[in-house]
């Protein structure tokens, strides 16, 4: 593996050198190198070259013992009873070049084994031109008598001659040498061919022993054992992990879960009140004249009116189609019964369905701010969506839509205000309270970007969602139920929508002309002037025109309303009684 760090690197030690200081002893700095094709000349008491060393004297272990030598026989005559061998300190005889004067008695020369090398080659031969270079000498120890040591690895072999056989001759009395044997010098050729020279003994060993593996031997064991345990791991891991990936484990996984608990909820929590309204709440599918469009209406009574926005069935116009969907999955057709866009109102009529469930209506003044409601709509056609939050703000005035150009499809709606998600689908559906009853009618939403996404289409819901407060809702579907048409409170003036101080400035004319101030309307009874500026509804302070009129419509006609006004600097307050004017 390579981590980044530097590896060692492993260098030979140096090997000391030696000369020969006297006989048979190698000196400092001189290597020990045969003559080319000539044995060395053997000190006095070192083995010839090419015999056996013994180790140190005493008998090796395994080797045979040799008796203790007797004493001096006459010239020629072996000791009696013992066996002709070796005395100490003589060479022992083993395969190899004889030494001179060594001969058997009989006088006859041994053959070689092979017929003499013409090309010289070693190891029988003289050095050819790959000889080995001087080898480096290590010591060994002195070979005991009668044991043979193979030659260092890698110096070469001479063919040994056969020995004459051993005669009867009487051998020469065996002369001790005055000091030790010296210390033999282990050849070692790193160039020379492996498998020709024996084995090398160990230095501490006197005699041949077990064989000991080398710490490079043990540690390539090691290293191919640990090689293959972490193969044969890595196998049995891969199929362990396949089959548990394939079968997801060597067991069955049950996972804990809870039971089964009852499916009821409180009354008052948004699953409770869902549950209680999702039967009456529907969404309408319109299209006619090449619109289309989706939005949600809530059942009213069992004869199947169903109150919406007037926007939703609007694209119907008075020949398209609107089919009813019930939370349930059953559809029907429906007939357009009524619709005004002042108050952005109108309801529609199923027949032939049965068990219809009604929503109860609350009373939108009761609403308190911070109160939990839960909205319930089919944004983007997803039907039955539930989302619930707190009401915001009440008496929020606001107009919603204008896109006709001509003001006819503008509402203005004294809102109540949620943070409920209400988004474009939601528009009819029923804004509830914490008894599952309709306080308002969602219908307008307030967008960052104007109420367009960066892909043309309609953006959703920021938090700001506006619902018309159920008190005006039930009046306008009762008068569309009833009449087919709404009535409008007014006051009898006509306002001038470009003024932008502070309040609502009754204009000087009117649009098409005419007075201001309609003769003989609420206004002009109580006295109200062209120019007035007026300020306040009830002690409630409005700002702009658009705003008096979301007040007068949060009213009915014949109900009194107390106005403050300013005319020359000062301050007046106004009683009138609202009028009423067909709408559409």
Known sequence: MDDGKPKPKWWSRPMRQHTVTEAGTPAPGSAQAPEPGAAPAAAPGTPAPGAAQAP????????AQVPEPAPAATPGTPAPGSAQGPEPGAAPAVPGPAPAGAQGSAGVRPQPLHQPDEY????????????PAPPVQRPMATPAH????????????QHPHPQPAATPHPQPPATPHPHPQPTQWLQYDPWSTPGVAGPQQPLSQAGPGPVRRSRKGRRGLAVVAALLFAGLTGVLGGGVGAYIERHGGLTTVELPQAGREDDGRAPDSVAGIAA???????????SGGGEQGTGTGFVLDEQGHILTNHHVVDPAGTSGDITVTFSGGETAVAELVGKDSGYDLAVVQVKGVSNLKPLP????DNVRVGDPVVAIGAPFDLQNTVTSGIISAKERPITAGGEKGDGSDISYVDALQTDAPINPGNSGGPLLDSKARVIGINSAIRAADSGSGPDGGQAGSIGLGFAIPVNQGKRVAEELINTGRANHPV?????????TGDGARVGEKAQDGGASVTPGGPAAKAGIRPGDVITKVDGQRVHSGEELIVKIRAHRPG???RLTLERGGKEQTKTLTLGSSAGG
């Open 276 to 286: 209680s309204a999702l039967p009456g709440v529907v969404t309408l599918h319109v």
């Open 491 to 499: 006051i009898g003036v006509s306002l001038d929508m470009k003024y």
């Open 120 to 131: 010289s080659t070693p190891p029988y031969g003289e050095p050819g031109p790959w000889a």
């Open 56 to 63: 140190e004297p005493g008998p090796a272990p395994g080797a």
């Open 559 to 561: 109900d009194r309303l």
């Open 146 to 157: 009668g044991t043979a040591v193979p030659p260092a690895y890698g110096t070469p072999q």
């Open 361 to 364: 209506l609350g009373n939108s």
